[in-house]
């Protein structure tokens, strides 16, 4: 949003890495948030400390490139930071190994630690966040996937980061780059789920499409887009809508969970470009439904809780009995989806809104 354009909050960055970390595939990769929750001024000696303190049966290394191996004696207690890792250190660009290892073996000797220079045969050793920074501000796009992963490249473009004007589509895309998108902003577990939704409401669409040729499509693409705003945070979703005039009752902004739908209306329409108004209904609509919904409006309500990667041990209505019925009953369902939905609410004590709450109602009562 347009706070980040001149700073990149601690969220956006934290996610960035952990899209990083999910395209690498590598369960030996951990992402550490002990330097945000801790506040303030971050030092390297108290953050290998700390490290330190958590694994203390394990040899640490700390890994600069040989430009700020340039400065160590100049950085926060080095000699700290020497006792508590050994230093792994890379050449950059104009640098010559031999350079390197000579640097190393010199901070060794001041430090009396170890000082290990490591030779990169690839481009990866050219790469800095500074030139990538400035090349983003300079307006830079496609060739910078040499040095970025592509998803956190595209992250950086839908929001606008690091001086980028936000990438804005004013028509739906064409469904592979949708699903970057998504793929760049959603974690895994959750783009999995958003698949699972977007397959099962074209599904349905198919099956209650009527004289509506196009709702399997318009189905596939509400589903594809009901959680594009997930990945917020609950705090960044309330200030976002609170920028974008999007207007949230005292309930939902006691329970943030409840906003996605809301605000993933608006980012499906001045995000993606959607314009279809039924489909933005949808969207809005997924978790409290409505009185009265429209067919693609109940898809939409009913493939989020029965796609195939739902795992909901002990409902009342078992989902291997709705996924079996709603290829003819969708009224039938989405009923007993409601019932159990409510019923889930009530077991963990919960809060049911007011939009809930009409939901539930009008559909016990009429049936339909």
């Not at 409290?288 to 041990?313: F, H, N």
Request: glycine content about 6%; hydrophobic content about 35%; charged content about 30%.
């Amino acid at each position: 949003h347009k706070s980040a354009r001149s700073y990149v909050s601690d969220p956006h960055r934290k996610r960035m890495v952990k899209l990083l970390i999910d395209s690498m595939d590598d369960e030996r990769v951990h992402f550490s948030d002990y330097e945000m929750k801790k506040g303030g001024i971050s030092y390297t000696y108290k953050t290998l400390e700390e490290l330190k303190a958590e694994h203390k049966d394990d040899r640490l290394f700390f890994i600069i490139g040989g430009d700020s191996l340039n400065t160590f004696d100049t950085w926060r207690n080095p000699e700290q930071i020497v006792s508590f890792a050994s230093i792994i250190a890379f050449p950059r660009v104009g640098m010559f190994f031999v350079e390197l290892k000579d640097l190393c073996k010199k901070m060794s000797e001041k430090f009396d630690a170890e000082f290990i220079p490591l030779d990169l045969k690839d481009s990866y050793a050219g790469i800095s966040s500074t030139d990538i920074r400035n090349r983003l501000r300079g307006g830079e796009n496609e060739s910078l996937t040499e040095s970025l992963s592509r998803r956190v490249w595209k992250y950086i473009l839908l929001h606008g980061l690091y001086g980028h004007e936000p990438l804005v589509y004013k028509w739906i895309p064409p469904e592979k780059d949708l699903k970057r998108c998504l793929k760049s902003t959603l974690r895994p577990k959750r783009y999995k789920h958003t698949l699972g939704v977007a397959d099962t409401a074209r599904m349905l669409g198919n099956l209650y499409s009527g004289d509506d040729s196009t709702l399997p499509s318009r189905a596939y693409i509400a589903g594809l887009l009901h959680d594009c705003a997930k990945y917020y945070t609950d705090k960044e979703q309330i200030e976002l809508c609170d920028e974008y005039g999007i207007a949230l009752t005292d309930t939902e902004r006691a329970n943030p969970a409840l906003i996605h739908g809301k605000l993933g209306a608006y980012l499906a329409a001045h995000r993606y470009g959607v314009k279809d108004e039924e489909i933005l209904s949808a969207i809005r609509l997924h978790t409290v439904g409505r009185p009265g919904m429209s067919t693609l409006e109940k898809i939409i309500y009913v493939a989020d809780y029965i796609e195939p990667g739902r795992v909901i041990p002990g409902a009342i209505h078992p989902l291997f009995d709705l996924r079996r019925r709603v290829k003819h009953d969708l009224d039938g369902v989405l009923i007993d989806v409601i019932d159990n939905t409510i019923a889930y609410l009530k077991e963990t004590g919960r809060v049911i809104d007011e939009a809930s709450k009409e939901t539930m109602h009008y559909y016990m009562e009429n049936g339909e």
